[in-house]
């Protein structure tokens, strides 16, 4: 993790205020939808995905989204080095939900 990353934190919250300005610290969240035409999932979103503004990205499974036969027993989250390397490994469609800044 970069070392300035507790610092950028505190700024952050230290801000009060919405804004709309994409340039602004913050995070973008993202979704992974099962694949149109995959019978293969029972839940039509796979992962809630959170892209840091060091470009880190962090996938939380819905392992609910597998058949039983094929969940995992616990909750899984992934930890990639950009969103690029995501999207290089995701079984269907990102779709960007919303950018949440610190202030």
Same mark, same amino acid.
């Given at each position: 993790m970069p070392s300035d990353l507790p610092s950028n934190i505190k700024r952050a919250l230290a801000t009060e205020g919405p804004t709309e300005d994409p340039t602004e610290f913050g995070v =973008? #969240?993202?979704? /992974? #939808?099962? $694949?149109p035409d995959d019978d293969d999932f029972v839940h039509p979103i796979l992962a809630i995905v959170c892209e840091l503004e060091c470009g880190m990205t962090v996938a939380d499974w819905? /392992? =609910?989204?597998? $058949? =039983? =036969?094929? &969940? #995992?027993? @616990? $909750? @899984? &989250?992934s930890i990639y080095g950009s969103l690029g390397d995501l999207e290089q490994v995701a079984e269907g469609p990102i779709e960007h939900l919303t950018r949440v800044t610190g202030r």
């Open positions: =973008d #969240l993202y979704r /992974i #939808l099962a $694949p819905n /392992i =609910d989204a597998w $058949p =039983d =036969d094929k &969940q #995992l027993m @616990h $909750p @899984h &989250q």
